[in-house]
T-cell receptor, first 113, second 114 residues
Framework: KQEVTQIPAALSVPEGENLVLNCSFT??????LQWFRQDPGKGLTSLLL?????REQTSGRLNASLDKSSGRSTLYIAASQPGDSATYLC????????????FGPGTRLSVLP | NAGVTQTPKFRVLKTGQSMTLLCAQD?????MYWYRQDPGMGLRLIHY???????AKGEVPDGYNVSRLKKQNFLLGLESAAPSQTSVYFC?????????????FGPGTRLTVT
C-alpha cells in the first residue's frame, strides 16, 4: 500500500527566505506526483504536476523535483512571501484505486513579515 | 467556466439522518472522486468514478454511497449519518484514460454530525 509522508509537519520562516518542503513515498511505481496548496477553510489549488518520466517542474518561484528511485519529491519556494502561508500537500498518482492520488498529511507553512 | 462546484458548503446533521452531497464539473472530465479530509490524516478517497454510469470503492467507502447518472455530476450519499462522518468532504475531477492527470478540486463541504 502506498504511503506518503511529509516533513516537516510545520515550518515558520521570515519573509525572503528560500525553503524546501519534503515529500516521501513508499512505492516508486507511480504515474505522477502533484503538489497542492490549501488555504485555511478552502479547497486545494494545484501548484505543479510532475509526470513519472520528468525530473522537475517549475512555475514562477516554485520548483518541484522528483526522484522516483529514492521515493522523494521536494518543493522549493524561492524568496518566500507572507502570501505563501498555507498548507502544502503532495499527492502521488497511481493505479491503486482506478486512477487516483494518495495524499500526504501536509506541511503547514507560515511566512512571517 | 466554474470548474468544480459543491453543494452545500456547510451542513449539520443529527445521528441517523441522511443527506446527499452534490458535485458538479463543467470541464467534461471523465474521472470524478470524493475525498474526506480529517485533521492529521490527510485526504482519503471514499469513492470514485471513471465515467458516466460507473462507480467504485476507494480507501474508506463504508457508510457512503455514490451515483454518477450524468457525466458532469457525482453524488455522495450518507444513508444514516454517524458522528465519525464529521469531516470536510472534497470532490475532484480529472481527465485521461491512461494515467491520473491533474486533479481539480471543489471548495469542500463541511459536515458536522451530532
Amino acid at each position: 500500500k502506498q504511503e506518503v509522508t511529509q516533513i516537516p509537519a510545520a515550518l515558520s520562516v521570515p519573509e525572503g527566505e528560500n525553503l524546501v518542503l519534503n515529500c516521501s513515498f513508499t512505492d516508486s511505481a507511480i504515474y505522477n506526483l502533484q503538489w497542492f496548496r490549501q488555504d485555511p477553510g478552502k479547497g486545494l489549488t494545484s501548484l505543479l504536476l510532475i509526470q513519472s518520466s520528468q525530473r522537475e517542474q517549475t512555475s514562477g518561484r516554485l520548483n518541484a523535483s522528483l526522484d522516483k528511485s529514492s521515493g522523494r519529491s521536494t518543493l522549493y519556494i524561492a524568496a518566500s512571501q507572507p502570501g505563501d502561508s498555507a498548507t502544502y500537500l503532495c499527492a502521488v498518482g497511481g493505479r491503486i484505486y482506478g486512477q487516483n492520488f494518495v495524499f500526504g498529511p501536509g506541511t503547514r507553512l507560515s511566512v512571517l513579515p | 467556466n466554474a470548474g468544480v462546484t459543491q453543494t452545500p458548503k456547510f451542513r449539520v446533521l443529527k445521528t441517523g439522518q441522511s443527506m446527499t452531497l452534490l458535485c458538479a464539473q463543467d470541464m467534461n472530465h471523465e474521472y470524478m472522486y470524493w475525498y474526506r479530509q480529517d485533521p492529521g490524516m490527510g485526504l482519503r478517497l471514499i469513492h470514485y468514478s471513471v465515467g458516466e454510469g460507473t462507480t467504485a470503492k476507494g480507501e474508506v467507502p463504508d457508510g457512503y454511497n455514490v451515483s454518477r447518472l450524468k457525466k458532469q455530476n457525482f453524488l455522495l450519499g450518507l444513508e444514516s449519518a454517524a458522528p465519525s462522518q464529521t469531516s470536510v468532504y472534497f470532490c475532484a475531477s480529472s481527465y485521461d484514460e491512461a494515467a491520473p492527470y491533474e486533479q481539480y478540486f471543489g471548495p469542500g463541504t463541511r459536515l458536522t454530525v451530532t
